[in-house]
């Protein structure tokens, strides 16, 4: 039981970090980005071929089994999973952004998903690979729970994230400008805010934490090229029920999910597991479509 | 008959079959807006579906009702509609890409279950064995192909006529409305999340005859034949095609799979040993590139919708 909370805890810190992004592009730029899961796969593996690269700078640090190339790795694979971001925006996003569809985003974005996973899969192969072969003996951490060191690192760095990027929205001006252009677009363009320069930080922020994610579900669990196309229902689910939008509330979302998954071992058979975050977005739906905690102006119908 | 001339038989039976799905994403997407992210969930209950109920009992698995197939097809039709109603009611009064990522939850769940719930589906194996309709009248295999095609083909200009009469009735009109300019429909009184779900649930329903017909022809279902890939592929065609035109929508289905077929016996031929699943994985790219850049460059793919005007104008009133 305690196993499970912990479990469901630590998934939920991934699908948290991959959420926000999410919440951000669907309350920014107003679209539901199939592809947002993609770029977690896409950082995972970027920091894996900077850590085969980087491999002799250093063994591991301390109870971890990572060490300094694979932190240097994050950093090059925030980078490059941002300027991924930026491409897609640039090719395919900014060209539809003016048709009178807007789903014609969404469809777009389904498509530029697939594209990226091929990409993934072409160039790294389908097989599941891990940042490191060292294994790691689970220490106990309370009576009946065990918890690998870089387990308890995944969840500490989830929760510094969570916490700064809170601050950032709420104290800096770049900050200000993201949450102004969520709740209403018109006011914010004549309050001469640069739109542009608005949409380009949050595919940075969304897309090097998603990079973050993708580290952390690669530390964790493993690297396939279907982690994005498997993440993609969780993400949707823990944004929604939070509220499109905000923030904490896709904190709290992505806790929801991933807790439930961890739980629902108990009462569904282990095949479904990946069914749960379906159930809680049709429960949210049909319950209450504005999510637990209130979204930005443009979330709701 | 040559080889060529069986295997184009074949050819046009699948793709005049992926046609009727196509059409049914039309009326969804190319006529009212809905984005159905969930295509092969939608087919998968239709083949399941079917499956089970013309099935021959079979001590392990549930049903196996013997059904004759049109009342089979015709379960899982129903079936279908029920799934859309239950996705529909729940996100088609809300925020518009709501239904997309519901309609892509359920063809995850439905995978599942596919793979996970062994004593009504078979598991992993599948339902084999099942009866294949009036095979018994034919000699050959090709004999009986070249009759299902026939078969396949009424029902598709069937599905094609019913579908070019619905959109241009007042009903029709309406959904264009609804995709236009939701506020000036609700303002004539529209009902515009019912127009919705009967658009949305119709064009499963018609997804759905098309897993049926497939299970009638091929005589087993499993799960393989029912991965992601074809959400997209369907896709495909309907954007090439040209979305919101019926005819469009069976041209893309067979030039699309015409492509696929061809791109996958180039592969298949041309790569070297030990990289067929990177050939594949270009193969599939080929897909996402070809819904992105029609999506930019070509929005009206080959057909394309006809300019509607009023009928005033076409009378040369004033």
Known sequence: MLQALADGILSGAIIALGAIGLTLTMGILRFANFAHAELITWGAYMALAA?????????????????????LGTIAAMGLTSLLALTIDGL????????????TLVFASFGVSLLVRMLILLIFGGAATYYSNTLQIAIPVAPGLRLMPDQLFALGLAAVLVVALYIFLQRTRLGLSMRALAENPDLTRVNGVSTARVIRWTWIIGASLAAIAGVLYGLTVQLRPEVGFHLILPLFAAAILGGVGNIPGAVIGGMIVGLAEAFAVFILPPGY????????????????????????????? | MSGFGIYLVFFLIIALNYGIMVLGLNLQWGYTGLFNAGVVGFYAIGAYGT???AGPDRAALIGGFGLPFPLAILGGMILCALAAIVVGLATLKLREEYLAIATFGIAITIQLVALNFESLTGGANGLVGL?????????????????FLAVVACVTALVYVALEAAVRSPWGRLLNAVREDEVAARSLGKNIALIRLQ???????????????????????????????????????????????????LLGAIVVWALWTMSGLAISRFSPVGFQNQAGAIQTMLIGLLIVSMLIFRPRGLIGERATVSSHKERGAP
């Not at chain 1, 690269?53 to 190339?69: A, D, H, N, T």
């Not at chain 2, 009866?131 to 009759?147: C, H």
């Not at chain 2, 393989?224 to 035109?245: C, E, H, R, Y």
């Open chain 1, 273 to 301: 597991k990946m069914a749960v975050p379906f159930l809680i977005l049709l429960a949210v739906l049909y319950v209450r479509p504005t999510g637990l905690f209130a979204g930005t102006a443009g979330a709701a119908k």
């Open chain 2, 131 to 147: 009866p294949r309709p009036f095979i018994d009248a034919f000699e050959s295999t090709t004999s009986y192909n070249l009759f």
């Open chain 1, 92 to 103: 395919v996003f900014r060209q539809l952004r003016g048709t009178s569809n807007h789903l």
């Open chain 2, 51 to 53: 499956a089970i109920l």
């Open chain 1, 51 to 71: 850590v085969s690269l980087l491999g002799p700078l250093g063994g591991p640090i301390g109870p971890f089994s990572f060490g300094l190339p694979l932190i």
């Open chain 2, 199 to 249: 658009a949305f649930v119709l064009g499963c329903t018609l997804i759905g005859l098309s897993g049926g017909i497939y299970v009638a022809f091929i005589g087993f279902v499993s799960p393989l034949d029912f991965l992601p890939i074809l959400t997209f592929q369907i896709w495909a065609m309907l954007i090439v095609g040209g979305s919101g035109n019926n005819a469009g929508a």
